[in-house]
Structure formats: structure tokens, C-alpha cells
């Protein structure tokens, strides 16, 4: 029989794995682009990590990478910019909270993904949309085409819905 330090060694084994895998994937992701000649952050390449992290690791390890992929996207690369970069940290990080504060409220697992990937894009927008306006970014303020967000959502969702096993 496996002892409770033996099961938190493999669940630490297993979050430092996927977590040097997430980085690596993020750290290709201009690369992969390149290559494929197709714009891979269309899939939202961090969510992708963080939604895995929600299925495949913890609830800690979820929240480390949501606090860790844009810091370490905008060391190696400067890119997304700083300001954007804190954006997005924010915006994974509450899909973390919004999940986990939803998951036990809901017998499926779909609608508490669905409603805390939406309830934080809408957060990151209406914050983007302000710093577009204060002039601290100069982008648009849609770069990623809604129907492939919608489209990315909804896998993902499924995906979470299909794999995450409630504790």
C-alpha cells in the first residue's frame, strides 16, 4: 500500500514534469508558429497550459502556472509587453479562482470551467479596454478572432468536463 508521502511525491513529481513541459511549450510557441506558418497563440497557448494543469496536477500547481507562464513569456522573449503580461496573469489567475470557487456548486465540471474562462475574459477585456484608453497599450483591443475564442472555450471546456476528476 502506497504511503500518503509516496502518493505527494508522485503528485510533485508529476506537477514538476508537467511544469517544465508547459514552459518548454510556451517557450517553442513562436517557433511552432513559425514553422507551421499558422498563428498558434490563436489556441491561446497559456490557457491550453493552465486548463491541462487543471486536469493533470493541482489545484497549487494550476495557480503556479497561471502566475508563471506570462512572467516567463516575457523574460525569454519580452513578449507579451508588460503591462499585457500583468494582464494576462490576472486573467488566468481568476479562471483558477472562478473554477475552484465554482466546481463543488455544480455536479458536472462543464459549467464551472465555461463560466470562469468567460467571467475572466471579460474581466482582461474590460481591464485591456481601459489601458487601450489610459494609452499604457496600444493594441486593439481584439487581436484573437471571437469565434476562434468561442471555439477554444468550448473544447476546452469539454476537455476539462471530459478528464477533471472532482477530489
Known sequence: METRATILNKQN???????????????????????????VYYIEPMRLMLILALVHTTQKNAYIIAL???????????????????LITVE???????????????????????????????????????????AVLESGLISTPILMQITTTLVFSVYLFLLFKKK
Open 92 to 134: 488566468l489567475t481568476l479562471n483558477v479562482f472562478i473554477f475552484y470557487a465554482l466546481v463543488n456548486k455544480f455536479k458536472h465540471t462543464f459549467f464551472p470551467i465555461l463560466i470562469s474562462i468567460i467571467a475572466s475574459k471579460l474581466v482582461y477585456y474590460g481591464i485591456k479596454f481601459g489601458l487601450i484608453q489610459w
Open 13 to 39: 513529481i508529476r506537477s514538476i514534469l508537467f511544469d517544465i513541459a508547459a514552459i518548454a511549450f510556451i517557450y517553442f510557441v513562436p517557433a511552432i508558429s513559425h514553422l507551421l506558418s499558422l498563428p
Open 68 to 86: 508563471t507562464l506570462p512572467l516567463f513569456s516575457f523574460l525569454i522573449s519580452a513578449h507579451p509587453i508588460f503591462a499585457k503580461m500583468l
